[in-house]
């Protein structure tokens, strides 16, 4: 969900002392294209009370950054992301949005970055001493006003993300992860993991269950496999031609290539949970697959945001649809059980450097890869160089 820049250092700031007050990071100045990419140097972020900041380590390339800088979530939009990728008339539409998410404005200039795998180098007073030095995830989806309350802020939608070598962010929404995973394997889980464990955590996907993932290769529904998979599901996951096996090696029970009728594959009434981040127009084929009670998941609509809908499929078969944009109390934490246990594994497609990240989100436009990409800032041999 896009909001408006909610965060403000205010009278609450607290002086880290800045040896060097600059860092490299990408500055998303406007919808548009790669142009709208900047990479330069920008001041290190002040904390303010309740903050840690972070050394950069990893972070993960997602489609919401793309869909932002093009303007994508914008009600006035009606193509899919890739539609709005690679036509021209529709970048130009974006560009002259005037409200980039949800009909509110995108805060540019800001630092996008919604996944982040970093180091704590500083704390605001009163923060936990004992998360200095300590390697973490950060919680991408904030619920800003408590649990009690669906409403939420997305780091890099709502407040300065992880292309940058330094962030700064809650320190209640920082995750220690102690395992042997590398930066860049630790930087492909918070945004996808997070919203595909949501998906499956809400939909209360269970044991010996019938599942379909949309869009299974990707970064969502790659991790949508592997954590039906964990519940004991029984996974159909839905995916390219070429991409077909690398899907199967995942855990996907069987395969289903995107241009396949699903209703002519499954037959009708045989699924209990679709989890779809696809939409357009194969939607109405996925709500005809569920069985009666059956209930569908959605975070996202890549395909297209607008679909057909018959009205009878959906209450002749008692069907829930369930939407998932704010991340339950459970979700993060769960991940990090998870790879501490060694219940999932990454799926590193690809890092690059952050300098290069128009290489990175052209590549990731493509869709030939499986999993995620990650971006590495330029290193830090020494923090005394940037902090005292």
């Not at 180098?121 to 991408?140: F, K, Y």
């Not at 989806?141 to 962010?169: H, P, T, Y």
């Not at 949501?198 to 592997?226: C, F, I, L, P, Y």
């Amino acid at each position: 969900m896009k909001k408006k820049n909610t965060t403000s250092l205010g009278k609450d700031r607290f002086d880290i002392r800045y040896c060097r007050r600059t860092m490299k990071a990408v500055v998303t100045t406007g919808n548009g294209g790669y142009e709208k990419l900047e990479y330069r140097d920008v001041p290190i972020p002040e904390l303010a009370s309740n903050e840690v900041l972070l050394q950069v380590l990893a972070a993960g390339v997602n489609n919401t950054e793309i869909n932002t800088r093009l303007g994508w979530y914008s009600s006035k939009v009606t193509t899919s992301t890739e539609a709005l990728t690679t036509g021209e008339k529709e970048k130009q539409e974006a560009k002259t949005q005037g409200d980039g998410g949800w009909n509110e404005a995108t805060p540019f200039p800001f630092i996008q970055g919604t996944d982040c795998c970093g180091r704590v180098v500083a704390a605001a007073p009163g923060c936990d001493a004992s998360l200095m030095g300590s390697r973490v995830l950060v919680r991408s989806c904030m619920r800003s006003s408590g649990w009690d309350s669906l409403e939420n802020i997305w780091m890099a939608s709502d407040f300065d993300g992880a292309f940058a070598q330094f962030v700064k962010v809650p320190a209640t929404e920082v995750f220690p992860v102690d395992c042997g995973w590398s930066d860049a394997e630790l930087g492909t889980i918070p945004c996808a993991y997070g919203t595909a464990e949501n998906m499956v955590h809400r939909a209360k996907v269970a044991q010996d269950e019938h599942v379909v993932v949309a869009g299974a290769s990707g970064g969502v529904g790659s991790a949508a496999v592997q954590l039906a998979k964990r519940r004991g599901a029984f996974v159909t996951a839905i995916a390219g031609k070429a991409k077909l096996e690398k899907v199967q090696a995942i855990g996907a029970d069987q395969v289903i290539a995107r241009d396949e009728d699903i209703v002519d594959c499954l037959g009708e009434k045989t699924v209990d949970v679709v989890v779809d981040n696809v939409a357009g127009p194969c939607f109405g084929g996925m709500l005809k697959v569920l069985k009666r009670g059956g209930r569908f998941v959605s975070s996202g609509a890549i395909a297209g945001p607008l679909v057909e809908l018959d009205m009878r499929d959906f209450y002749l078969k008692d069907l829930t649809l369930i939407g998932c944009t704010a991340w339950d109390e459970p979700i993060f934490p769960n991940l990090v059980s998870y790879i501490e246990k060694g219940e999932i594994r990454p799926l590193l497609a690809k890092s690059f450097p952050l300098e290069k990240i128009v290489e990175a989100q052209r590549e990731f436009t493509e869709k030939k890869h499986v999993g995620k990409f990650v971006l590495i800032p330029p290193p830090i041999d020494d923090l005394t160089q940037y902090l005292l």
